[in-house]
Nanobody, 123 residues
Framework: QVQLVESGGGLVQAGGSLRLSCAASGGTYSNYAMGWFRQAPGKEREFVAAITWNGGRIYYASSVKDRFTISRDNAKNTVYLQMNSLKPEDTAVYYC????????????????WGKGALVTVPS
């Protein structure tokens, strides 16, 4: 059992930056692959970024590649998403997720979810 809590969301102007954090408790956090997903109003939840349990593999959606960076600090039980050069189309609720297997990155196979953090980038 893993509990995930996101923080760091808010409103930022286009071109600005935000850093999201996801604090984990319970279970053996270090053995889980971690991912970020987002969902905008009226749209399906979509993959953003993922990192394996030891940080050896990192994946990004094409829409955020070269702008977002995922990282994890297992000593602090925390995963981060640094978001730079934000665009209005990045506006969404961002969810932290954990997967014990870590070989697929679709919402349906993730084992645990946080409650989400809202990121708003006005046009």
């Amino acid at each position: 059992q893993v509990q995930l809590v996101e923080s760091g969301g808010g409103l930022v102007q286009a071109g600005g930056s935000l850093r999201l954090s996801c604090a984990a408790s319970g279970g053996t956090y270090s053995n889980y692959a971690m991912g970020w997903f987002r969902q905008a109003p009226g749209k399906e939840r979509e993959f953003v970024a993922a990192i394996t349990w030891n940080g050896g593999r990192i994946y990004y959606a094409s829409s955020v590649k070269d702008r977002f960076t995922i990282s994890r600090d297992n000593a602090k039980n925390t995963v981060y998403l640094q978001m730079n050069s934000l665009k209005p189309e990045d506006t969404a609720v961002y969810y932290c997720a954990a997967d014990r297997i870590g070989n697929n990155w679709v919402p349906e196979v993730m084992d645990y979810w946080g409650k989400g953090a809202l990121v708003t980038v006005p046009s």
